[in-house]
T-cell receptor, first 115, second 112 residues
Framework: AQTVTQSQPEMSVQEAETVTLSCTYD???????LFWYKQPPSRQMILVIR??????QNATENRFSVNFQKAAKSFSLKISDSQLGDTAMYFC????????????FGPGTRLSVLP | NAGVTQTPKFQVLKTGQSMTLQCAQD?????MSWYRQDPGMGLRLIHY???????DQGEVPNGYNVSRSTTEDFPLRLLSAAPSQTSVYFC???????????FGPGTRLLVL
């Protein structure tokens, strides 16, 4: 069975600084997808970034980038120039390449951006 | 284009009562799913559907029923609510089972 671990229950960062959230996963699959979702106090789940395991290049979306280390099964999220609106729970998620779904979430990291 | 909608936003039930959580989407997505979110445990998959007429169980299906008679709707039924079902419930959709999921706003359920 696949598992996703986020070892940092809570983190904080000063506004405009950079922070990295950690995620590790365990799978025997070779083809899969990894995601970071953001959940602000509104509770809405918002996709931040997606990475396909077959791609060597790390995904980037504006101030958000990932460091994908397939051999180490690590998928960290870097937030640059942190903004107050980045305050949220961040969930790492894993999906196998099998139709019919196997979407697994980590327990989340609560990020606070401080003014 | 409303995306994914969920009703109600909040519900209080007594133990043993039944209710249906509604999920609707207007994006013509084939894949729909239900998750529950509990503190410290992330989201866990309850049931999912890969298309109208097809449903399957996820990680935590006990106590919940689903059906998928149309592409647009995927209701989640609690036949006899228990306090352990107190949670926040999210519906999610995707064009297919291999693509990024998009989440509804959630339903907060309290079972007394």
């Amino acid at each position: 069975a696949q598992t996703v671990t986020q070892s940092q229950p809570e983190m904080s960062v000063q506004e405009a600084e950079t922070v990295t959230l950690s995620c590790t996963y365990d799978t025997s699959e070779n083809n899969y997808y990894l995601f970071w979702y953001k959940q602000p106090p509104s509770r809405q789940m918002i996709l931040v970034i997606r990475q396909e395991a077959y791609k060597q290049q790390n995904a980037t979306e504006n101030r958000f980038s990932v460091n994908f280390q397939k051999a180490a099964k690590s998928f960290s999220l870097k937030i640059s120039d942190s903004q107050l609106g980045d305050t949220a729970m961040y969930f790492c998620a894993f999906m196998t390449d099998n139709y019919g779904q196997n979407f697994v979430f980590g327990p989340g990291t609560r990020l606070s951006v401080l003014p | 284009n409303a995306g994914v909608t969920q009703t109600p936003k909040f519900q209080v039930l007594k133990t043993g009562q039944s209710m249906t959580l509604q999920c609707a989407q207007d994006m013509n997505h084939e894949y729909m799913s239900w998750y529950r979110q509990d503190p410290g445990m992330g989201l866990r998959l309850i049931h999912y559907s890969v298309g109208a007429g097809i449903t399957d169980q996820g990680e935590v299906p006990n106590g919940y029923n689903v059906s998928r008679s149309t592409t647009e709707d995927f209701p989640l039924r609690l036949l006899s609510a228990a306090p352990s079902q107190t949670s926040v419930y999210f519906c999610a959709t995707a064009p297919s089972g291999l693509e990024t999921q998009y989440f509804g706003p959630g339903t907060r359920l309290l079972v007394l």
